[in-house]
């Protein structure tokens, strides 16, 4: 059985993640000239990944450059995540959790992606870092963003992604 100090440590230990990937999303969303606001979020090591299309951005230096491409080549995004799953170990954890995003235009709000997160995190000096985050799609999620009117709004953002694909995966 769990010691209350320890279940309690655990909660605040799940608070603090939760913030952290708020952070994210604002981050994501709105810290427009202001990359060093999302890369901070990760460990100096840390990646974002796309599996399903071969994205790895590796180290603050490259996620600061993604971040940067993608405010230039998506503006109006807006990241919602919810029914979070977080499973802590000490200094590390692991977490899932469910992605709707909404991008805004002028003649629309689009609900573009549906998918889910999962996530490793450290804790390093009290804080929690993301050390990798990996965005699952679905196949009729991917098909959405890569046709039609959304996939034309994302074209100039997934021609960006190719300097950051890994060609051996």
């Not at 080549?73 to 709707?100: Q, W, Y």
């Amino acid at each position: 059985m769990m010691s209350q100090q320890r279940y309690l440590l655990e909660a605040a230990d799940r608070i603090m993640i939760q913030d952290l990937l708020g952070r994210y999303a604002f981050a994501a969303d709105y810290a427009h000239g202001d990359p060093h606001a999302w890369s901070s979020l990760f460990t100096e090591d840390g990646s974002f990944e796309v599996p399903s299309i071969g994205l790895v951005v590796g180290g603050r230096a490259e996620l600061e450059r993604f971040v940067d491409g993608l405010h230039k080549t998506v503006p109006g995004i807006h990241h919602v995540m919810s029914n979070f799953v977080i499973d802590i170990d000490g200094d590390t954890a692991r977490g899932k959790c469910e992605l709707n995003e909404f991008m805004l235009r002028p003649e629309a709000i689009y609900n573009n992606l549906h998918g889910w997160y999962e996530d490793d995190y450290v804790k390093h000096d009290q804080r929690w870092y993301i050390s990798v985050r990996r965005v699952h799609l679905t196949r009729e999620s991917s098909s959405v963003a890569t046709n039609g009117k959304i996939g034309e709004y994302f074209a100039d953002f997934f021609a960006m992604c190719e300097q950051f694909r890994n060609t051996a995966a």
